[in-house]
């Protein structure tokens, strides 16, 4: 069997307002308990790998269903996919980590850091320009390139301010964001190996994902 929050979002995404919720109310706990449980299955596996996740609790990683709708044009009050975000300090740190996004015929894998400040932006840019072949070596490594082909591929057009418009590697300056993912159909995983299925894309990620940390934490503390 499949997670229980699976045919929960189904049933969420045409019935996305706040009677239906109150009436469903029951089933969604009982997913979102089985949810928890996963993710604290998955900060045990990610501990030996990932020391600052071993402080890390799933409320800090497991993103609201609520949505704010307060600057939005649309008015629906739920989300229909559920995101997990494991990062140092959790979610809303603003550091990079790994996610698993869970929305019907929508999932992935991944990481990394999406929409960053323009500092951690910067911080990243930077570590690149100078380590550019320690991060070269990171994406293209072929367990990573099996799993993820490319990252997110949004980019400035021009070289980011600061920064050579001849340097030899400066496509990889332009991104603004530093992210990988990779498609699953989460129905095919039963609920007893979800684990053993997904650790092998986190574990796959986990030099890029420190590659980042380090550049934002490098600025944090003055590094060059």
């Known amino acids: 069997m499949s997670l229980k929050i699976i045919p929960f979002l189904a049933e969420l995404a045409q019935n996305n307002h706040k ?4 009436e469903h109310r029951n089933q969604y706990d009982t997913a979102r ?3 928890v449980e996963l993710v604290s299955e998955m900060l045990n596996a990610l501990s030996p790998i990932e020391p600052w996740v071993s402080i890390l609790s799933p409320s800090k990683c497991i993103f609201r269903i609520n949505r704010d709708v307060r600057f939005s044009n649309n008015k629906e009050p739920y989300k229909t996919g559920i995101g997990v975000f494991i990062a140092p300090g959790g979610r809303s740190a603003g550091n990079a980590g790994y996610y698993l996004h869970i929305e019907p015929g929508k999932s992935f894998i991944g990481g990394g850091v999406y929409a960053p400040s323009p ?6 840019r930077q570590e690149i320009y100078y380590n550019a072949a320690d991060f070269l070596s990171i994406i293209n490594h072929p367990g990573f390139k099996e799993k993820y082909s490319e990252m997110l591929d949004e980019r400035l057009k021009r070289p980011p301010k600061g920064f050579p418009a ?3 590697y400066v496509e990889l300056l332009k991104y603004k964001h530093y992210v990988v993912s990779h ?7 039963s609920r007893e190996s979800m684990i053993e299925n997904l650790m092998p ?3 796959e990620i986990n ?3 420190r590659f980042l940390n380090e550049s934002i934490s490098n600025a944090a503390h003055g590094n060059p």
Request: aromatic residues 24%.
């Open 19 to 22: 009677d239906w919720f109150d």
């Open 33 to 35: 308990t089985e949810l």
């Open 119 to 124: 500092e951690v932006l910067k911080a990243i």
């Open 166 to 168: 001849d340097f030899d």
């Open 183 to 189: 498609p699953l159909v989460l129905d095919h995983y």
């Open 201 to 203: 894309y986190f574990a």
């Open 207 to 209: 030099h890029f994902v």
